[in-house]
């Protein structure tokens, strides 16, 4: 897997999460200030190129100000933008996602494919 694979597969698990909160919330006002988080979001993550450091911000707004929708949050997204999502994560689960970066870079050095949720899988510390 290359590093811009990754990244649409990561843009990929974020779009899904989006879509799924938007179907969850649709009763909510559009004016509500969580509808405009959704939006705020959504439209980073489709500009070309990513920006990342509002993705990375609306992530940490929505950990602070949206508990109850973060264990939805899929957690290869908060590994990947770093910095300030990092303190939503565990010791733990940031080591094993350093492994899996590790295996990654290893595997494109040798110029191998590799298969980041089989790999995910098989370190079997972040099921």
């Not at 705020?40 to 109850?68: I, K, M, R």
């Not at 990092?86 to 040798?110: K, N, T």
């Amino acid at each position: 897997m290359t590093q811009s694979d990754y990244e649409i597969s990561l843009l990929q698990q974020l779009n899904r999460f989006l879509s799924e909160l938007a179907d969850k919330t649709q009763a909510l006002n559009p004016d509500h200030p969580f509808c405009q988080w959704l939006k705020t979001t959504g439209d980073a993550a489709s500009l070309e190129p990513t920006d990342y450091e509002v993705l990375s911000h609306q992530v940490v707004a929505l950990f602070t100000h949206y508990a109850e929708m973060t264990p939805l949050f899929p957690r290869d997204i908060l590994y990947f933008l770093g910095g300030d999502c990092l303190h939503f994560m565990p010791d733990e689960e940031i080591a094993a996602y350093q492994a899996l970066d590790e295996m990654r870079f290893e595997a494109q050095s040798q110029q191998k494919r590799f298969d980041w949720e089989q790999a995910k899988q098989s370190l079997k510390k972040l099921q």
